[in-house]
């Protein structure tokens, strides 16, 4: 099945304590993206790749950093953690070099810091 | 700062309406329009896109584009109660970033 899998689903966690949110998709799609939704505020772009070891920022980078060392997986990494960081975060994926393409979303994960 | 703008809503219909749903975009370069439904707490699904060279019709669903006026519509035909979710366009910045308006509550009244 064509999916794009986020871990974790869930998490609560402290201010300052490192952490990794996981994507993965299985369509060997070029392009895949960070997003995180906040009421009021709509689905904001955090990072997004258009293919392996590139990457760049989107609208809200501050506060986290990206990877995309293989094709398949592009980890989201928050190196301190504060409290504004609470948020619903969907990875999404696309076939493609760009943002052209219509992107199939993960799960989501929804992150509270303490 | 590009922007895409949306109407919050709700936008409230009785079932078997028209709902038109719509959204302005300010980079007169963009190329690609998106159209996603969300319901509450679950990720966006796609509903319909649609590039700079036309209107796109999908059974009860029709995206149309007005390049001059700079704003992207979504018609759904005969609404169902199954339609009520939060709509989010979505708009393609360069073929590099994309995008998202704040989305629009739909309400189909039975």
């Known amino acids: 099945e064509a999916q794009v899998t986020q871990n974790p689903r869930y998490l609560i966690t402290v201010t300052g304590k490192k952490l990794t949110v996981t994507c993965s998709q299985n369509?060997?799609?070029?392009?895949m993206s960070w997003y995180r939704q906040d009421p009021g505020l709509g689905l904001r772009q955090i990072y997004y790749?258009?293919?392996?070891?590139?990457?760049d920022k989107g609208d809200v980078p501050e506060g986290y950093k990206v990877s995309r060392k293989e094709k398949r997986n592009f980890p989201l990494i928050l190196e301190s953690p504060s409290p504004n960081q609470t948020s619903l975060y969907f990875c999404?994926?696309?076939f493609g070099g760009g943002s052209n393409q219509p992107q199939h979303f993960g799960d989501g994960t929804r992150l509270s810091i303490l | 700062q590009k922007e895409v703008e949306q109407n919050s809503g709700p936008l409230s219909v009785p079932e078997g309406a028209i709902a038109s749903l719509n959204c302005t975009y300010s980079?007169?370069?963009?190329?690609?329009f998106f159209w996603y439904r969300q319901y509450s707490g679950k990720s966006p699904e796609l509903i319909m896109f649609?590039?700079?060279?036309g209107d796109k019709e999908d059974g009860r669903f029709t995206a149309q584009l007005n390049k001059a006026s700079q704003y992207v519509s979504l018609l759904i035909r005969d609404s169902q109660p199954s339609d009520s979710a939060t709509y989010l366009c979505?708009?393609?910045?360069?073929?590099?970033?994309?995008?998202f308006g704040k989305g629009t509550t739909l309400s189909v009244s039975s």
């Open positions: 369509m060997n799609h070029e392009y």
């Open positions: 999404a994926s696309s």
């Open positions: 790749s258009m293919n392996v070891e590139v990457t």
């Open positions: 649609i590039y700079s060279n």
């Open positions: 979505a708009v393609s910045q360069a073929g590099t970033a994309l995008i």
């Open positions: 980079d007169r370069g963009s190329q690609s």
